[in-house]
């Protein structure tokens, strides 16, 4: 069991947490990636417009333990249509863990969230 821990909504006020938080732990890939793709994956999770953006459109789910936090899930209503997403999609972005907390069930419990917010956010699944 892990003291301190804690599950809330991420504001505005957690975006530089947030972004240190994606960079760590998507940096554990680096090597997997190559330099090419790493540097373009960390200039976008760095970005700090981007990262304004999405906390606007965003609800963000994280873990906080001993009041840092080591987990982050963003739900994006439907309506934000990207290249991936059509816009009556809602889909889910930037999961992770900080690597030192992994394999204790953070980013699970992030992910069920997520749906029970979707769930009662009344969004629709595709058929």
């Given at each position: ?102 394999r204790q069930g953070l980013g699970r419990t992030l992910t069920e969230m ?14």
């Open positions: 069991m892990i003291n301190n821990l804690l599950y809330r909504y991420a504001t505005a006020r957690d975006k530089d947490e947030l972004i240190a938080l994606g960079i760590k732990a998507f940096g554990q890939y680096k090597e997997i990636l190559g330099d090419d793709n790493w540097e373009l994956m960390s200039s976008r999770l760095g970005n700090e417009e981007q990262m304004t953006g999405l906390l606007r459109k965003a609800t963000i789910f994280a873990c906080t333990i001993d009041g840092r936090i080591r987990g982050m899930a963003f739900f994006i209503p439907s309506g934000e249509a990207t290249e991936m997403f059509k816009a009556e999609w809602s889909h889910l972005r930037l999961i992770c863990v900080d690597p030192e907390w992994g997520c749906v029970e917010h979707a769930r009662r956010s009344e969004e629709h699944t595709s058929e």
